[in-house]
């Protein structure tokens, strides 16, 4: 059987659901922790990286033909969830936006900074969490999310003044006990 090729095809493709399971085990984790980041609800994350695992399968081939499938991943998931926040935005628009709770005096400092970086636009929180958390480059961020590298200078630069001025001095959210 080997000698028509068959045998060969058949052998790589049980190899393949393998080799993506041993990424999978290996990403999940990487892949949970960018997702918390950029949604930040636990049970989104998972329903994202789940998803982002799963076109990964379904995609494979091509998947695990890329230079940095790590990179590859992490532009399947961030490309994911932008896609779902424009499909939530007419459902968003169409009902009132919950009431977001200013945070408690004696909040730790990452509560207060996923609670200011959920009142950021999902674009611009991409950028700024792949930049300044995934400590990507600019030129990378603008290749994954297609745009130019002046909007992500831009975008990351009005978000970051957001922040500063959401979060105030940082020195009162230190937990100083």
């Keep these: 059987m080997p000698e028509n090729g ?11 659901p393998e080799s993506f399971e041993a990424f ?39 998947a695990s033909a890329a230079d940095h499938i790590e990179a590859y991943a992490r532009t399947v998931l961030t490309r994911t ?8 935005l ?10 977001t709770r200013s945070a408690p005096d004696h909040t730790d400092l990452r509560v207060t900074l996923m609670s200011a970086l959920a009142g950021l636009p999902p674009r611009a929180r991409a950028m700024v969490v792949l930049r300044y958390w995934e400590d990507q480059s ?9 745009c130019s590298e002046s909007t992500v200078k831009s975008q990351c630069s ?18 100083g006990s």
């Design 81 to 88: 969830y932008l896609a779902e926040r424009r499909r939530r």
């Design 138 to 146: 600019v030129e990378s961020v603008a290749e994954l999310l297609k």
């Design 90 to 99: 007419r459902d968003l628009l169409a009902h009132s936006r919950p009431d």
């Design 158 to 175: 009005r978000s970051l003044a957001k922040l500063r001025a959401q979060l105030g001095e940082a020195h009162v959210y230190a937990t």
């Design 24 to 62: 999978a085990q290996a990403s999940q984790r990487r892949l949970y922790r960018t997702a918390y980041l950029l949604c930040g609800d636990p049970d989104t994350a998972r329903d994202l990286t789940q998803t982002t695992l799963a076109k990964l399968f379904q995609h494979w081939r091509r």
């Design 6 to 16: 068959r045998g060969s095809e058949a052998s790589q493709g049980s190899q393949a």
